[in-house]
């Protein structure tokens, strides 16, 4: 943001740099290409949660503590051991697992499936989904139409929320997207990581954009958890 920074104060404040990226093609790339990658694996995670707690709910409730204990797993898992592990297993093998953006997505289902599951599980819990259901079984309708129709849009805060978080997670990734695709498949973390070597200015103007976009998700999960409970505790009161 500024042009000089020698002495105690900084001088040249400018928001050049921040003009010239938002007008640049490689730049809107990335960006682009983060926006594609932060999508895709959050909704195959929301929709593989939702059938299994849908399953295990509805069919088979012994099971919930176990794929919970699965759930929670990916929270142990370091990026470089879960990256060089993926492609010991599918580098080479053929078939659609041996694409390097197939192995990417499936990593990145793999590093959220703990926030994805936990919101999704503490907006169940919320609801009384048994009953919810009973009552959409008695107009006629089945469990699982029911349960997209009803339970869901109830929980939706809760989905929200931990898309959120798992936004952050994946638009602050550099370990996996680095290990698995290289510089291959161009994220706004690997553009950061290519301009270091080329413009310290440019690369710092990134970094802002970064942090700030970090910044906001919080500041929105944090906004959007103290709403709902808000909500709860009118709800309760009623």
Request: aromatic letters at 12%; hydrophobic letters at 55%; a positive charge.
């Amino acid at each position: 943001m500024f042009e000089k920074w020698t002495g105690l104060l900084p001088e040249g404040f400018s928001v050049k740099h921040y003009l010239t990226l938002f007008t640049e093609r490689e730049f809107m790339s990335a960006l682009f290409n983060t926006v594609i990658i932060c999508i895709v694996p959050i909704v195959i995670t929301i929709l593989l949660v939702l059938l299994a707690l849908f399953a295990v709910t509805v069919y088979f409730p012994r099971l919930e503590k176990y794929v919970q204990i699965l759930c929670m797993i990916p929270y142990t898992i370091q990026g470089v051991i879960l990256s060089v592990s993926i492609l010991s297993l599918y580098a080479g093998s053929k078939g659609i697992l041996d694409n390097r953006m197939v192995m990417l997505v499936g990593a990145y289902c793999i590093i959220i499936l703990p926030y994805i599951y936990q919101g999704i599980r503490n907006g169940l819990n919320a609801v009384n989904m048994p009953m919810l259901l009973d009552a959409a079984e008695m107009l006629g309708a089945s469990k699982l139409y029911g349960f997209f129709r009803v339970i869901v849009p109830n929980i939706i805060s809760g989905i929200t929320v931990s898309s959120l978080l798992a936004v952050g997670i994946i638009f602050g990734d550099y370990v996996l997207i680095r290990n698995i695709t290289g510089t291959s498949f161009k994220n706004v973390q690997i553009y950061l990581f290519l301009e270091m070597k080329s413009s310290s200015t440019k690369a710092s103007a990134v970094f802002v954009i970064i942090m700030m976009t970090t910044f906001l998700i919080t500041a929105l999960v944090l906004f959007l958890k103290n709403k709902e409970a808000k909500g709860r505790a009118k709800s309760a009161e009623r």
